[in-house]
């Protein structure tokens, strides 16, 4: 039998989501302010930031709705080994349908917020910035596919979106198998790219420590995994051990939560990542004018004894390495 342990605690979940709204908000605000101490000015990947802040918020506002109107933490009456629909189911089916909707939009852009950054970064390599933009194209197509998809799940019939459980999974598209689709290739391509940074960290001529103190910086975003790989593993346990779940609000809970704590882990992963490596390039300039972060005018003005040459060059690759 397998079974998934239920989150009941109601208080706790709406603290979490208010505590969220303003770490997300304040990581942003640090972010621009970054931008400013390194006089670097603001790129895409700051607005995209913006834009993935506002639909978190979106996000942590319907959490917590649902959360206050019960239907989060709430529970499925199961007769006959089949969930009996109450006026709660309904309620949930309400909440839950906007929130997968915002969440598609949150995902895809925090991954093109980082592949800006990355673009940005380590754009003088013509192959980065090609395998940046395949990446950003396909990230386009990922979020959009799976926005419509679940927009028009129900095709334009939209009050099947919160209808009762038994009449939405018999009447729209398997959406169980889309979610776990979403969830698997959300982990995926977070991988990727989360690891692109690494191999142009380790070609630069800069000492294995500090070569492993940057790739250490930027793989930080490898936490937000965690939430991932556990949202997956509630879609693939609600979907092929339903038997053995049959209370969908507790499902639905559940499913929504760890949702929400990987974009808000993943939000502000995002901005206070570049404020780490912005407060390592002030107080230790070097590898990050090597990787182009800061530039030598910022150097002159911050660490003038730091370059008594005149300032950086922009890094190559190490030959022998």
Excluded at 25 to 42: I, N, P
């Amino acid at each position: 039998m397998t079974m998934v342990q239920y989150v009941n605690d109601r208080t706790g979940l709406m603290v979490m989501t208010i505590c969220f709204i303003p770490l997300t908000v304040v990581a942003v605000v640090l972010r621009f302010y970054a931008r400013h101490l390194t006089k670097a000015g603001s790129g895409p990947d700051d607005w995209l930031s913006v834009a993935a802040l506002f639909f978190t918020l979106a996000l942590n506002g319907i959490f917590l709705g649902g959360t206050i109107e019960g239907a989060i933490t709430g529970h499925s009456p199961v007769k006959d080994n089949w969930p009996v629909t109450i006026p709660l189911e309904i309620t949930a089916q309400k909440f839950k349908y906007p929130f997968q909707v915002v969440e598609k939009l949150v995902f895809g852009l925090i991954k093109l917020s980082l592949l800006f950054l990355w673009k940005r970064l380590f754009g003088s390599s013509k192959r980065f910035r090609i395998a940046c933009w395949v990446l950003i194209a396909f990230t386009i197509a990922w979020t959009v596919g799976f926005l419509l998809t679940t927009i028009f799940q129900c095709g334009s019939r939209w009050n099947l979106n919160w209808a009762p459980i038994a009449t939405f999974l018999s009447q729209c598209i398997e959406s169980l198998d889309v979610l776990t689709v979403f969830s698997a290739t959300d982990i995926v391509t977070d991988l990727v790219i989360m690891g692109m940074p690494v191999p142009i960290i380790w070609s630069l001529q800069l000492q294995t420590r500090k070569k492993f103190g940057l790739t250490a910086v930027f793989l930080v975003g490898l936490f937000t995994l965690g939430a991932g790989v556990a949202r997956l593993y509630m879609y693939l346990i609600t979907s092929y051990y339903k038997e053995d779940n049959l209370d969908f609000i507790a499902d639905f809970t559940l499913c929504l939560l760890w949702s929400d704590i990987e974009a808000n882990v993943a939000m502000i992963k995002l901005d206070y990542g570049v404020e780490v490596v912005v407060s390592f390039s002030l107080l230790a300039p070097r590898p990050w004018v090597e990787i182009g972060l800061i530039t030598k005018a910022t150097v002159d003005v911050s660490h003038p004894s730091d370059h008594p040459s005149g300032g950086y060059v922009r890094g190559r690759p190490n030959p022998t390495q």
